[in-house]
């Protein structure tokens, strides 16, 4: 098969899952819908915990609902240091980069985050393009409309000949019912929709369609 893309996630997906600098971004978003809506501390985890489930991001459920000011949230929750969690990955590198075929991020957090984050892998240089979560508002994965968009973005008429890799097995499953190749990465519960599995994205070499796009 003649594979047209490769489409990654980012966050726990090009570096381990657990990662501190989640932490403090999510301890930044915490901070903001107590102090912003006023919801009490014991009830601000499953308050953001329910609005990423239902819409797939927070800042996506705080606008919807709260009328909170979407770049307002964004500047704050990622107006933290991050760059003592995240260092350079030349293995993940060298495997990208071998990649013959356009490689994207395709990321439900926003531009910014996504370009620091790469380049404190030291794999910015390695993408052809980057698809944040304002490309394709008011969706975001894993809603289809977002994969349709991103598509379009990239002139990629369907996801059918394109892989798609995270670590969010409800991602996954989109992506597979749209004809994407997809290979779920880390530990989280596997998406029987997943075509094949990897634990850390550094395995991506053993899987056999990996010979087929890197010549
Ligand atoms: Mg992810």
Known sequence: MNYKAVFFDLD?????MGNESIKVITDRMNEYIRR???IPDSE???FR???YKTYGTTAKGLVKNYEVDLYDFMHYVHNVDISPYIQPAPEVRALIEKIQIP???FTNSDRFHAIRVLK???N???FDGIIDFLDVYPYCKPEQEAFEKALAMT???SGRGCIFLDDNPTNISTAHQLGFYTIQVGSRARSEEADAFLSRIEDLPQLEIYSEIIT
């Open 49 to 51: 915990e329910d609005l």
């Open 103 to 105: 490689k994207f991020i």
């Open 44 to 46: 601000v985890k499953n």
């Open 124 to 126: 910015y240089q390695c």
């Open 155 to 157: 002139g990629i008429d």
């Open 12 to 16: 726990e997906t090009l570096y381990p």
């Open 120 to 122: 404190l892998l030291d």
């Open 36 to 38: 912003s809506l006023a």
